[in-house]
């Protein structure tokens, strides 16, 4: 095996690991998906109810405006934010995308928080997901942060999205 094969399958059991640790850590995400052509992460939360336009764009500004505020705090440029919608009959997808080369563990959490608070209990929850212990939190948490940090490092080939089903996570090759 060639050192280049070797680092592709690292980066995309790196790559696969991340996403599942992420879904594993947060029940909020309904899906995620890595593109490594734009070296972008895309959240997507399910919404139990039509958005409506004002709505949306105070949930964006406010995304937006904590963003640019924890990257200011902690000198960390942000190449990319994209915040859309989409909705359908009675249930919306607010679709967040960011750039893998400044996300951070911490900004993760935060945008989650940001829609639990925003968005209340329309935000559509895995309920069949195992709560995990304050401890095992921790280090799911610093697990996404070193995953996050390799996926950096060693450029993936592989579009994957990552979807929960019945309280599991599962993983494919776009």
Request: negative net charge; contains cysteine.
């Amino acid at each position: 095996m060639t050192e280049s094969s070797k680092r592709v399958g690292e980066s995309a059991r790196n790559s696969v690991g991340l996403l599942v640790s992420i879904l594993i850590r947060y029940p909020e995400p309904a899906t995620l998906s890595l593109d490594p052509s734009s070296s972008t992460i895309t959240f997507k939360f399910l919404v139990a109810e039509c958005v409506n336009r004002r709505r949306f764009w105070g949930l964006r500004r406010k995304i937006f405006e904590s963003l640019k505020a924890f990257h200011h705090l902690n000198k960390i440029p942000m190449v990319s934010l994209r915040v859309d919608q989409v909705g359908f009959d009675g249930l919306t997808v607010i679709e967040i995308s960011r750039d893998m080369a400044s996300l951070t563990q911490q900004e993760i959490t935060l945008v989650i928080e940001l829609m639990k608070e925003e968005l209340g209990s329309s935000l559509v929850i895995d309920n069949t997901a195992r709560i995990p212990f304050e401890e095992e939190m921790t280090i799911q948490e610093e697990l996404i942060e070193q995953m996050l940090d390799d996926v950096r490092e060693i450029k993936g080939t592989a579009n994957l999205i990552a979807v929960r089903e019945e309280g599991r996570v599962l993983v494919f090759n776009k």
